[in-house]
C-alpha cells in the first residue's frame, strides 16, 4: 500500500490485468480511494503508452489521465516464472479486473474460476466489448460501440452524417459501471465472505447510457433520431445565437421560462398559449425560437450569460476544454492535481472523513516490477 493512503478502501489490493481506457479508468478511481492496485503489463506495455501526441516528458498524456496512484510490473504470461508470480498475485488479491477478449485468460490458468477456486473471496470482473456470448469474438473497440449501440446514430445534425462522440465515452460509462459493480460485490464479500464474477460490457453499458433515448425505444416502440443541439422533449434546451456567437440556454420547467422571458424583455411570451408549458414550447419550437433569436442578437453572449445567469436561468457559453477547467477553477472546484510533478484532473468524488490520495504519480514501465516481484516470490 502506498504510503499515506487514508481513503476509504484503504487496504484493499487489486489486481489490474486491463489496459488502455475502460479498465484502467476503473482501477485509477478505486486507487485514488485508497486501494493498492498493482498495474499488470505484458511485455510491450499498456497500449496507451505509445498513443501520442501528445505528451508530456515523452509520454503519452491518454496513459497519464488514467494510471495514477498504481504501482507498475511487467509478467509475461507465456514465461512460466511471470506466470507463477500473475497466478499468485491473483490469488492474494482482493479484487481483479481484466479486459482480455473472453475466454483468453483459461489457458493461463487466471480465468474466474480458476482463480476462484484459489481465491475464493476474490471479486473478478471482466470487461469486454460485446459480453462473453455470441458476441464474444468481436473486438472492444468504443468507436464500434458507439457505432453498434445506436449512440452515434443520435450524435449530428439532422441533415448530417451520424458522429461520434468527441470522447470515448462508452468506455468511460463501462468503467464506472465496472467500480460500481466491484463495490457492490466487495459488499456482498462482507455479509458472505464470498466473491462473485462482475461482467460489463460496452454495448450494455451503451444500453444503459441512452437512458432516455433508449426508454423510447423499449418503452414505446420509438427509433430516436438525431436532432443536432436540440432537445426532444424541452425547448429552449440547445445554443441559439447572440449578437457575438451563441449561448446554450435552457429552460427547464415553466418558472425558468418565465424568468428567461422577463430578462430577455418579452415578458409576455410566458403567459402566450402556444407556449406556457412546456409540451407547448416543444410543439412550437420554431416559432418561439425565432423569437428568442430575435432578442438574443441584440446583445453579445458575455453580456446575455452574466445578466441570464444572474436571474437564475440555467445557461452557458459554449467552453474549449480550457475554459472548462478555468470555469472549474473560478468556481472553486480545484479541478487539477500534481502527482509527482505531473498535473492530472482531480478525482471528482468529494468525501468528508476519507479524502481521495493524489499521491502517486502513473508508473513507468516495470517500475515497481523488483519490489512487486520480491513481495510475490516471498
Known sequence: MAEGSTGP?????????SRVLAG?????????????VIKVEGPGGDDTRSWAPPVRDGVATYYLGVNRNKRAVVLDLTDPEDLRLARRLAERADVMIQNFRPGALRRFGLDQPSVAAANPGLVYASISGFGAAAGAHLPGYDLMAQAASGLMSLTGEPDGPPQKAGVAVLDVIAGLHAAVGILAALRHRERTGLGQHVEVNLLSSALSGLVNHASAHVA???????TGNAHPSIFPYEPLPTADGELVVIAGNDGQFRTL???L???????????????????NRAALRALLVDRLARRGTDEWFRELRAAGVPCSPINGLDGGVALARQLGLDPVVEVGGVPTVRHPIGFSATPPRHDLPPPGLDEHGAQIRAWLAD
Open 9 to 17: 478502501l484503504h487496504g484493499l489490493l487489486v489486481a489490474d490485468f
Open 261 to 263: 422571458c422577463r430578462v
Open 220 to 226: 414505446a416502440g420509438v427509433v430516436p433520431v438525431r
Open 24 to 36: 484502467p479508468y476503473a482501477t485509477m478511481l478505486l486507487a485514488d480511494l485508497g486501494a493498492d
Open 265 to 283: 424583455g418579452r415578458p409576455e411570451l410566458a403567459d402566450d398559449p402556444r407556449f406556457r408549458r412546456n409540451q407547448d414550447r416543444t410543439a
